[in-house]
């Protein structure tokens, strides 16, 4: 292994470079440095984030290691500033808030796992016990053990449904926010949302079904269902890498990759919110409003079809130079 002084001298030109651009670039790099300086700027701070781990481990103790954590300190801010500012609205719509929900498909896979799992024992649990089940599930859902006809217009006015609309969509917020919040303690708070509310959606479609109103509910559940519990799933999931960032931080340092994740999982959430509003705004009119089979099934897998349709579309990484050669 080298010398201390002649690793410096080697790799010196590298950080040097790595300093100059971030001196030159200031409080905007993105702006200030060309195209090429921003791409020489991505290749030095990883370079020089490389060569502090070295250092740590080859020269412990020694003052080029403080050197080298300040030129990383700054050139972390240059190039995650550069990348937060390049960002739009128009980006997050088009392509941000899909990627962050893909770019996790195992923790997709398993917050679905966690919500349809208990859904489907709930459900049948309820079909099989019913007298238990009623005593689980909040009264406000118990209804789905009353008589009703497939098709059935529920009588509710349009302000009514106006209200009910608001009501739904507030709730599907808090739902997603405490998914949010709950990936701080660990992830578990998290899961514990998805397996609660899958149990209990569950167990009132189990106790719909056992009272003979399996169709009627079909039909009046899917044209916001499919895209709602998608959201559910998805809202979870930005909770779980909240909480596996603490777990599992990777070669990243503990804090750096909770942060790093937190955004990237309120991200999530505030598209989702949006989402979450649309099929509201479905739950509310249409749902209540005893649409014909074949108009619920387009609307309800139309949505869930185009929600991620648009997932794996507009998820896929697409090429982004400047943002890109930013990357650690």
């Not at 994740?261 to 999530?268: D, G, S």
Request: aromatic share 10%; proline share 5%; glycine share 12%.
């Amino acid at each position: 292994m080298s010398t201390v002084d002649e690793f410096i001298a080697q790799r010196s030109p590298v950080w040097n470079e790595l300093d100059e651009l971030v001196q030159r670039g200031g409080s905007r790099p993105a702006r200030r440095l060309g195209a090429l300086d921003v791409r020489r700027l991505g290749r030095s701070y990883r370079a020089t984030s490389a060569d502090l781990a070295i250092a740590r481990r080859a020269y412990p103790g020694h003052p080029l290691i403080a050197r080298l954590e300040q030129l990383v300190r700054t050139g972390r801010s240059a190039v995650y500033h550069s990348v937060g500012r390049s960002l739009s609205l128009r980006d997050f719509v088009t392509h941000g808030y899909w990627r962050r929900v893909r770019e996790r498909g195992a923790m997709l896979a398993l917050a679905a796992v966690c919500f349809f799992g208990p859904a489907l024992l709930g459900g049948y649990w309820a079909w099989r016990d019913p007298a238990a089940a009623v005593a689980v599930v909040p009264e406000d859902f118990q209804y789905v053990t009353e008589p009703r006809t497939r098709g059935e217009d529920w009588g509710v006015s349009v302000e009514q449904q106006a209200g009910f609309a608001s009501q739904i969509f507030t709730n599907n917020i808090r739902v997603a926010i405490l998914a949010l919040a709950g990936g701080v303690l660990l992830g578990v708070g998290a899961l514990l949302l998805l397996l609660y509310n899958g149990l209990i959606i569950g167990a009132v479609m189990g106790l719909g079904i056992g009272a003979g109103n399996g169709p009627a509910m079909f039909q009046q559940v899917t044209a916001h269902g499919v895209l709602e519990l998608s959201l559910i799933v998805v809202a979870g999931a930005a909770g779980m890498r909240m909480g596996w960032a603490i777990i599992d931080p990777g070669t990243r340092p503990r804090g750096v990759a909770l942060r790093e994740e937190a955004r990237a999982a309120t991200e999530m959430v505030l598209g989702t919110a949006f989402c979450l509003f649309i099929a509201g705004l479905v739950e509310g009119f249409v749902t209540p409003s005893g649409s014909s089979l074949g108009f619920v099934l387009a609307v309800g897998f139309g949505l869930g079809i185009s929600y991620w349709g648009a997932v794996f579309f507009l998820g896929r990484k697409r090429p982004e130079p400047v943002t890109d050669a930013l990357e650690p």
